[in-house]
């Protein structure tokens, strides 16, 4: 076991025997480009932190619309929202994210990182405004879908730009600095949509809420006009003298990092020829081939997109973000007085794991710490289906409007009830915990496991992947919620099943 937790995620050797026949280049792939492993430098945590808010708007977005649902009332179409309305409402972003991300994959090589981000901006500040001035439920569903578009190319973006720009020894910490700001912009929502709901406007406040979304895309827009485009691209597109320059600012003023930067300049164009003559090989030859024929046919790419695309399916198909977009509507059901205030520990709890992970992950390993704590995560959502269990939750269009109490067959059950709402918070709080540590982070260092040459479309279709299981629990998740012993069995069933098929991938 001890073995097996420490290998990598992806393994170089054991290629099968066509691989082998292509020794004379493929046997290099282990060696990377070597950069200093000092520490990183003010211009690097200044990437990051320009690139890392469109983790916070990521995050923000999540989180307001579970504020946003149960603050809404009559204000969209003149008429409470039903339960079609709300998953129509949610699921559309992930929607329109899904069709956004393998596209986005296509610009980001052909444009570079940098230009797709900037235009991720403005969507996001034309969506949010959208949604802001809506007063219909197409309108809404309008403005949430150009958002999607955004968040789509954010997610698969973002994550590529930072680790083409991060030294080697602190990739995984700087891509979690991202997925940390996905877990502070949610907290944010939170805490926006709970004052909005207890001291704001009921009518206006939940249009400030989606509307305040535009601020942080305008501001990372203007800080990216002043921020490089990757080494990596740069080599790619022939602009070497460019990546010099840009390496030179990620390595900083010192003497010796100086020394390196045409070292690191060669090491990425020998990457680039390397890789371009296991695409020639894997083609029998032909000069030039589809980055499509490349990453399905070169065994290696192929194995790395089956785990990057399990990876992410397996993150949105675990829940978590049913949490997410729903838990106000939950904490309703439950009986919780004040549902907007009790979500936040959702998010805290996101958001404090995170923390954690930003130190531990380098340290452990992305296998092991995936394999600690999802046993966790199984354990939550094995909790709250017991507690789930226990309640007697309300049916049809009920639960689609107004703030519910708990449904109970007598008065002595009341006190059960209570207890079994605090089982599930509780439970929630395990799973969110386990979650944060290893598989809200890991996925998202799915470039680590392609070529340069396959990279950005791998990593889209991973992150597509992602997406399509995201519509799928956003769109389904609340009528389940309308029946008690499919809502149970789809918890059950849920985590037993991915639990399984994580240790069927970590076995291989």
């Known amino acids: 076991m001890s073995d097996a937790a420490e290998a990598p995620l992806i393994s170089r050797r054991g290629d099968e025997l066509e691989d082998e026949l292509h020794s004379d280049i493929a046997d290099n792939d282990d060696m990377s480009t070597e950069w200093p492993a000092g520490r990183p430098g003010l211009f690097i945590w200044l990437l990051t932190l320009s690139a890392g808010i469109s ?17 809404i009332g009559t204000s969209l179409s003149d008429r409470t929202l039903t339960s079609l309305d709300k998953s129509i409402i949610t699921s559309c972003t992930s929607l329109f994210a899904l069709l956004a991300s393998p596209i986005s994959s296509i610009l980001a090589d052909y444009f570079g990182r940098k230009p797709v981000i900037l235009l991720s901006d403005l969507l996001f500040v034309f969506g949010a405004l959208v949604q802001a001035l809506s007063y219909s439920v197409s309108g809404m ?4 879908s150009i958002v ?9 973006v973002t994550p590529l730009y930072i680790a083409e720009l991060a030294p080697p020894a602190y990739r995984g910490r700087l891509i979690t600095m991202n997925v940390l700001s996905i877990t502070l912009g949610q907290v944010v929502a939170y805490v926006i949509g709970w004052l909005f709901a207890e001291y704001g406007e009921p009518s206006t406040g939940w249009r400030w809420l989606v509307g305040l979304g535009a601020l942080p895309a305008a501001l990372q827009c203007t ?12 080599v790619k597109a022939g602009k070497s003298s460019d990546a010099r320059r840009v390496i030179e600012k990620t390595l900083g003023p010192d003497l010796t990092s100086h020394r390196l930067v045409d070292s690191v300049v060669k090491g990425i164009e020998l990457e680039l020829r390397e890789e371009q003559g296991n695409a020639v090989l894997a083609n029998n030859g032909a000069k030039s081939s589809s980055r499509w024929r490349e990453l399905v046919k070169v065994p290696k790419n192929r194995r790395a997109l089956v785990i ?14 049913s949490l997410m977009y729903f838990s106000a509507t939950i904490f309703t059901i439950l009986g919780f007085s004040i549902p907007t205030l009790t979500s936040l520990t959702v998010a805290a709890t996101n958001f404090v794991f995170t923390v954690l992970a930003l130190f531990l992950i380098d340290r452990i390993g992305r296998r092991r710490i995936l394999l600690y704590s999802i046993p966790f995560m199984v354990i939550g959502l094995l909790l709250s289906a017991f507690g789930f269990r226990s309640i007697k939750l309300p049916s049809g269009e009920s639960n689609t409007g107004r703030p519910m109490s708990i449904s109970t067959d007598s008065a002595t059950s009341i006190s059960s009830s209570r207890d079994a709402a605090v089982i599930i918070l509780i439970s929630i709080m395990i799973y969110v915990a386990a979650y944060a540590l ?13 070529p340069l040459n396959v990279r950005s479309l791998g990593s889209g279709l ?16 609340l009528p389940l919620v ?11 069933q849920l985590s037993l099943s991915f639990y399984t098929c994580t240790n069927m991938t970590h076995s291989k």
């Open 55 to 71: 983790g916070l708007l990521f995050g923000y977005d999540t989180g307001v619309i579970s504020a946003t649902l149960v603050s």
């Open 141 to 144: 569903v309008l403005g949430r």
């Open 148 to 156: 999607g578009v955004a968040v789509g190319a954010a997610s698969f």
């Open 223 to 234: 800080l990216l006009l002043f921020m490089p485009e990757t080494p990596r691209w740069l």
């Open 308 to 321: 990057a695309c399990l990876l992410q399916g397996l993150q949105q198909l675990c829940g978590f973000n």
């Open 438 to 450: 290893g598989l809200g982070n890991v996925p998202w260092m799915q470039s680590e496991l392609f």
């Open 462 to 477: 991973a992150t597509a992947t992602n997406w399509l299981a995201n519509f799928i629990i956003g769109l389904t998740f």
């Open 482 to 492: 309308s029946i008690p012993v499919i809502f149970l069995r789809f918890y059950l």
